[in-house]
């Protein structure tokens, strides 16, 4: 699985951004896709995550403010997505490195909860929000 990031920035408090992440897959199968940040020094958070069903999952620090997105875009020879990390009304809180990860395959009902262990990482973008 590969996959890259790109949208990060520095932003004022009150502003937006829009992260995006290229996942291809070496399968057609579904799997678990989100986005998690981390501060130098603290440990990496959850931010969002999708089923393979698009029930999708939020942090509480970031519920009403973040919305995650993906779509297909299947070729020949390997599925790739496109996933989204809409950010509005940003906060200094929301400074981090923010990765795109993936984990799978996996079956269709799965529930890709923050929480779960993902295997595959981006490189990261960095996102930063001045007071």
């Known amino acids: 699985?590969?996959?890259v990031?790109?949208?990060g920035g520095s932003v004022q408090a009150g502003g937006s951004l829009n992260l995006s992440c290229v996942v291809s897959t070496p399968t057609?199968?579904?799997?678990c896709m989100g986005w998690f940040r981390q501060v130098p020094g603290k440990e990496r958070e959850g931010v969002a995550s999708?089923?393979?069903d698009f029930d999708t999952y939020y942090a509480d620090s970031v519920k009403g403010r973040f919305t995650i997105d993906k779509e297909n875009d299947k070729s020949i020879d390997?599925?790739?997505y496109f996933l989204f990390l809409q950010m509005n009304n940003l906060k200094p809180d929301?400074?981090?490195t923010y990765y795109c990860a993936a984990d799978g395959p996996v079956s269709w009902w799965t529930a890709c909860s923050l929480n779960r262990q993902y295997n595959d990482w981006g490189q990261g973008t960095q996102?930063?929000?001045s007071s």
């Not at 057609?28 to 799997?31: G, H």
């Open 1 to 3: 699985v590969r996959l």
């Open 5 to 7: 990031e790109s949208g």
């Open 28 to 31: 057609s199968s579904p799997y």
């Open 50 to 52: 999708f089923d393979p």
């Open 78 to 80: 390997i599925d790739r």
């Open 94 to 96: 929301d400074s981090a």
């Open 127 to 129: 996102v930063t929000v």
